[in-house]
């Protein structure tokens, strides 16, 4: 679908609103708004919303925010992160056609060895996308050329390996100006995981796939995929690893978190309630390296549920219910702030954001450079009441926003 660069916002709006079926009184109360107020808006009367409103409605179309907005030029790009100096290194690696060669392949339990130093890192560093971005390359083809080399079980066991280089790659890539290496990295890991016959493998490869959907707008195939996966992956629950039952429970996850951005409340918290089940389930401090699913991480998803089922209140409330500091990973405990803060901006409480952004950036400053609703809520602030402007200034410098 185009963006309709030749219309105005209003129109493209209408045009958008009228191809998914819905009348102004439906698209209104989606997004808290009256039908008039939508009417005023396609019609060119007022102007454009602010991004938070853009982000409501391009949800309830089922179109990404650019396709609403083509307006918001440089804008957009500021508020959907930069480009790492180390993505042009992971891109061609990824790129790149690995043969055999004549050199020996590396060891498997040295390139497994390496592959949890790289989870590690992820988890452990402040500046995490800068040390996997340095560690990425060597991975990936050293990964594939393993592939190519081993046989039998070895080359089963290479693909696991490859599967899930390719799904810490996707995370390096993720809220960058790179949608077709995601999509690749994210098609690759699946076919890597598939042919590798491994449970843990294809959850893995699933709660990668999902989200990749789930981020492009298109819900109904994120829900699909983790369905199928999550009906594929069930049978081998039942006399398992841990690590095999945390991946089914962060795959029902999933699913609560697609069904809240679609709007559908009770379906998504019906799958968070199945996800705290499985949780309940695993070792206490037991932590999944690639989803961070465990006991601890429950509360952080709750919070999301809420905030895309934009419910502030309750997102809040859940909130002061569970202490970030529980969540061992910096960057997962980073991205759990921002989601409290983004709760905090829906009431209107600015104080709190800000203080909460500045929370996340102190976990893991990568993290919020590159998390698009951080960016656009600290931009927004910056025209914010006064009280709190200096403090979101100084945060739009660290994060890059502004100099």
């Known amino acids: 679908m185009d963006s309709l660069p030749e219309l105005t916002f209003g129109q493209r709006l209408k045009v958008y609103r009228e191809r998914s079926g819905k009348t102004r009184a439906v698209l209104g109360g989606l997004v808290g708004r009256s039908a008039e107020w939508v009417k005023a808006v396609e019609t060119d009367r007022i102007l454009p919303p602010r991004l938070p409103m853009l982000d409501r409605i391009a949800r309830a179309l089922k179109v990404d925010v650019s396709a609403l907005a083509v307006e918001l030029g440089d804008r957009s790009v500021v508020v959907n992160g930069p480009e790492h100096p180390a993505l042009a290194s992971v891109r061609d690696a990824v790129n790149r056609v690995v043969f055999a060669g004549d050199v020996p392949a590396e060891l498997l339990s040295r390139l497994r060895e390496r592959l949890a130093v790289a989870w590690r890192a992820r988890h452990q560093a402040s500046d995490h996308r800068t040390v996997l971005g340095g560690l990425l390359p060597g991975l990936l083809r050293d990964a594939q050329r393993a592939v190519l080399v081993y046989d039998s079980d070895e080359r089963r066991q290479a693909q696991v390996l490859l599967a899930e280089t390719l799904g810490l790659a996707q995370m390096f890539i993720a809220y960058q100006p790179a949608a077709e290496l995601l999509w690749r990295v994210a098609d690759r890991a699946m076919v890597a995981a598939q042919e590798s016959g491994d449970p843990e493998a294809v959850a893995g490869a699933g709660w990668f796939l999902c989200q990749v959907h789930r981020d492009a707008g298109d819900w109904d ?168 402007r200096d403090d979101a200034r100084d945060l739009a410098v660290r994060v890059g926003l502004v100099s």
């Open 221 to 388: 195939t994120a829900m699909a995929v983790t369905l199928d996966v999550l009906s594929a992956v069930e049978p081998a629950t039942v006399d398992g690893s841990t690590n095999l039952l945390a991946l089914w429970g962060a795959l029902n996850f999933e699913a609560a978190y697609t069904a809240a951005r679609a709007g559908a409340e009770g379906r998504a918290w019906r799958y968070w309630d199945r996800a705290d089940r499985v949780a309940q389930r695993l070792p206490q401090g037991f932590y999944q390296p690639q989803t961070s699913f465990s006991r601890a991480i429950m509360g952080a998803h709750a919070v999301t549920v809420a905030v895309e089922l934009q419910k502030s209140g309750e997102a809040v409330r859940q909130a002061r219910r569970h202490d970030a500091a529980a969540i061992p990973s910096r960057p997962r405990r980073a991205r759990h702030l921002i989601e409290v803060a983004r709760a905090h901006y829906g009431k209107g409480d600015t104080e709190a954001t800000v203080a909460t952004l500045r929370q996340a950036y102190e976990s893991a400053p990568e993290t919020i450079r590159f998390n698009g609703y951080a960016r656009q809520i600290t931009l927004d602030l910056l025209g914010g009441p006064r009280a709190t």
